[in-house]
């Protein structure tokens, strides 16, 4: 059974930056069978997709966070990680991992596993 | 961006009947290439990550009852979860995949 675990951070600074982790088990980072994925859901708000990241390293932003935002993958520790810089109190938030069927449902991203969620607030 | 909107933002259904949830999308989800409608549908109970439902507006994800089913084509989409459990109670989501960046509806709250 695939098991995604976010850590980090759960302050942090304004004007600081945002650093998660996700760590992977039961599967790997490595297939190139999916997408590994951040999203993140705000008081109130909807869901919210970050980008997401391939094994090979390529990745695909919301252009919403282009400016700030990246994502990594590390295949020998089967993780991979988020930074979003310069954070204002709008990033608060539980921020997910997820699986993303992409490169395996026809580059259509749906997310079938999920991390537990962390909660991150931004706040002096 | 496409925008999803769902309908309504929540709702009270009696244990045992029919509880329907709406989601348009301010664009095409279906591709004409496939005929595909490109959305998915989630279910969040309280303090947990969402579960992925149903993709393709009407394919159900392995180990999902039959109980939950998807429809609608285009920009018109609904989940219809039939005879009502208590474990329902959850907020649903509805997300498109047509094309980057992707988004979720604001999600609709299930009560019994």
């Known amino acids: 059974q695939v098991q995604l675990q976010e850590s980090g951070p759960g302050l942090v600074r304004p004007s600081q930056t945002l650093s998660l982790t996700c760590t992977v088990s039961g599967g790997s980072v490595s297939s190139n069978r999916y997408y590994w994925s951040w999203i993140r859901q705000r008081p109130g708000k909807g869901l919210e997709w970050l980008g997401y990241v391939y094994y090979s390293g390529g990745r695909y932003y919301n252009p919403s966070f282009k400016s700030r935002i990246d994502m990594s993958v590390d295949t020998s520790k089967n993780q991979f990680s988020l930074r979003l810089i310069s954070v204002t109190a709008a990033d608060s938030a539980v921020y997910y991992c997820?699986?993303?069927?992409?490169?395996?449902?026809?580059?259509?991203?749906?997310?079938?596993?999920w991390g537990q969620g962390t909660q991150v607030t931004v706040s002096s | 961006d496409i925008v999803m909107t769902q309908s309504p933002d929540s709702l009270a259904v009696s244990l045992g009947e029919r509880a329907t949830i709406n989601c348009k999308s301010s664009?095409?989800?279906?591709?004409?290439?496939?005929?595909?409608?490109?959305i998915a549908w989630y279910q969040q109970k309280p303090g947990q990550p969402p579960k992925l439902l149903i993709y393709?507006?009407?394919t159900r994800e392995s180990g999902v009852p039959d109980r939950f089913s998807g429809s609608g084509s285009g920009t018109d989409f609904t989940l219809t979860i039939h005879n009502l459990q208590a474990e329902d109670v959850a907020v649903y989501h509805c997300q498109h995949y047509h094309s980057p960046p992707f988004t979720f509806g604001q999600g609709t709250k299930l009560e019994i």
């Open positions: 997820a699986r993303d069927r992409g490169p395996s449902n026809g580059g259509s991203s749906i997310f079938d596993y």
């Open positions: 393709w507006a009407s």
């Open positions: 664009q095409s989800l279906l591709y004409s290439s496939n005929k595909k409608n490109y």
